[in-house]
C-alpha cells in the first residue's frame, strides 16, 4: 500500500498505474510520513521495488483486461493484500466477478483499513480468507461462490515467494485444473542470481517481520514444468521488457530489476 501511494505521490506523471485508492488507504499519517520519509523512499532500492510493485499490476491488470475481451468474467486475485483494482475498476469489468482470497489475518486487516477510511465494499468483489498452506483453493472459491465450469483470470503477485515450494507448485496445479482459456499471471523468486533464498537484504527484512522467503525457482526450469504439468501457453517475462513496455525513458528514471521474475500461463 505504502509503495503504491509513494509512486503516486513522489513518482513523475504519467502514473505506471493509477491508483488514487492506495493514497487514500494510507491516510493522512501515512501521505505525511511519506513526504518525510528519504531514504525509505529515494534510495535506488526503494525505488527499483517500488517499479517493481506497480508494474506487476500494471502489467496483471492488462492480462485482465485482454482476457476479458475474450470472454472471462472471473478474476482471482491470489494474496491480495492491499491490491485495489476492485476500488478502481475501469468500465470493461461491468460483468466481473473479483475474487480476493487472502491469508485471514492479511484480509482482516485490510478489511479493517478500508472502513478505517471508509471504503465500501464493491458489489462484484467477493472476498474469501484461505491459507494456502491449509486449504486447498478449490475449497476456499467453492465457498466464495466461484463458478468452475467458466474460465478465470489469476493473478499472484509478490506471494510465491512466502510459500513453501509444494505449496506454490499447487497454486499452478490448481490454475491448470480451471476451465480451458483460463490464464495465471504470477511474479516469483528467480534463483538465477546464485543466492539462498533468504539471503537478499529484502528477504532478511521480511524475515525480520515474521514473514520469510521459503521458494526460489530456476525460470526456465519453472516453465518446463508448466508445459510437462500440461499448460498451453507458458511465457516468461523478463524485467527488461516490462522495463521497456512501462518504464521506458521515465523522466523519474524508475525502473524495476532486470531478470526474469515474471510467468503468465494460459490452460
Ligand atoms: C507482499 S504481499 C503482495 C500483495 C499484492 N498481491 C501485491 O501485489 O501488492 C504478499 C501477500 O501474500 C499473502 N500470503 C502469504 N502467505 C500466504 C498464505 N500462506 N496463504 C494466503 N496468503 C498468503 C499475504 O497475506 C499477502 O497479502
Not at 487514500?24 to 525505488?47: K, T, Y
Request: aromatic letters at 8%.
Amino acid at each position: 500500500m505504502t509503495l503504491r501511494a509513494a509512486h503516486q505521490l513522489i513518482d513523475d506523471a504519467p502514473r505506471i498505474l493509477d491508483d488514487p485508492v492506495a493514497v487514500q488507504l494510507v491516510g493522512e499519517e501515512g501521505r505525511a510520513a511519506l513526504s518525510r520519509a528519504d531514504s525509505r523512499v529515494h534510495s535506488p532500492g526503494a525505488r527499483t521495488l517500488r517499479a517493481h510493485v506497480v508494474i506487476r499490476s500494471r502489467h496483471a491488470e492488462d492480462r485482465l483486461q485482454a482476457a476479458v475481451s475474450r470472454g472471462v468474467d472471473q478474476y482471482v486475485i491470489l494474496g491480495a493484500g492491499y491490491d485495489t483494482f476492485a476500488w478502481r475498476q475501469p468500465e470493461w469489468t461491468h460483468a466481473l466477478r473479483i475474487f480476493e482470497i487472502d491469508h485471514p489475518a492479511s484480509q482482516a486487516a485490510k478489511r479493517d483499513r478500508l472502513s478505517a477510511v471508509g471504503l465500501g465494499q464493491p458489489e462484484n468483489l467477493i472476498f474469501a480468507a484461505v491459507d494456502f498452506e491449509h486449504e486447498t483453493l478449490r475449497d476456499g472459491l467453492a465457498r466464495a461462490g466461484f463458478d468452475f465450469s467458466r474460465p478465470a483470470f489469476v493473478s499472484c503477485l509478490g506471494v510465491l515467494m512466502y510459500l513453501t515450494e509444494a505449496a506454490a507448485y499447487g497454486v499452478f496445479d490448481f490454475v491448470r485444473t480451471l476451465a480451458p482459456g483460463s490464464e495465471i499471471v504470477a511474479t516469483f523468486r528467480s534463483a538465477r542470481d546464485g543466492e539462498e533464498v533468504g539471503a537478499s537484504p529484502l528477504a532478511q527484512a521480511a524475515a525480520a517481520v515474521g514473514e520469510p522467503w521459503l521458494s526460489q525457482f530456476d525460470p526456465f526450469a519453472l516453465q518446463a514444468k508448466l508445459l510437462a504439468d500440461g499448460f498451453s501457453v507458458v511465457d516468461l517475462v523478463s524485467g527488461a521488457e516490462l522495463e521497456v513496455r512501462y518504464a521506458l525513458k521515465r523522466r523519474d528514471g524508475i525502473a524495476p530489476g532486470r531478470g526474469i521474475s515474471t510467468v503468465r500461463a494460459i490452460v
